[in-house]
């Protein structure tokens, strides 16, 4: 078998890829990449790219960070997240970044450090992969 089943699932989606024949995905320590009979496991994922190779075709996804459950040759990545090269909105990804930076040069922002850069970490991403 030159494939396997990849099932990405979100709070509100869940999409189901067939016949996949590769798949890279953003780790906490660097991005790995899985092919079919991968070794089981889970493996936790940060903020990032997914890619998705099907028939020759890649696909890119924009992810918010999850876990990624391989076995028996099935592969589940359940992610906060998810959105396609062709779904994203640079223009709110672009302001979601103006926001950010703006949060981090206010004196006195209500707004915490780590959130900010968290969302200014999701919309960076997100411009990267609408490129695609």
């Given at each position: 078998m030159n494939s396997f089943n990849l099932e990405i699932i979100t709070?509100?989606?869940?999409?189901?890829?067939?016949?996949v024949s590769y798949l890279r995905c953003p780790g906490l320590d660097g991005a790995f990449g899985l092919m079919p009979k991968h070794q089981e496991g889970i493996f936790a994922l940060k903020?990032?790219?997914i890619k998705v190779t099907v028939n020759g075709e890649e696909d890119f996804y924009s992810t918010g960070g999850g876990?990624?459950?391989?076995?028996?040759?099935?592969?589940?990545?359940?992610?906060?997240?998810?959105?396609?090269?062709?779904?994203?909105?640079?223009?709110?990804?672009?302001?979601?970044?103006?926001?950010?930076?703006?949060?981090?040069?206010?004196?006195?922002?209500?707004?915490?450090e780590i959130r900010i850069e968290n969302s200014l970490m999701r919309a960076l991403n997100r411009i990267k992969v609408s490129r695609r």
């Open positions: 709070p509100i989606k869940s999409m189901v890829l067939k016949e903020v990032g790219e876990f990624a459950e391989i076995l028996d040759n099935n592969i589940k990545i359940l992610v906060e997240s998810v959105e396609s090269s062709s779904e994203i909105d640079s223009e709110r990804a672009q302001n979601a970044i103006d926001r950010a930076n703006n949060r981090r040069t206010e004196k006195n922002s209500k707004h915490d």
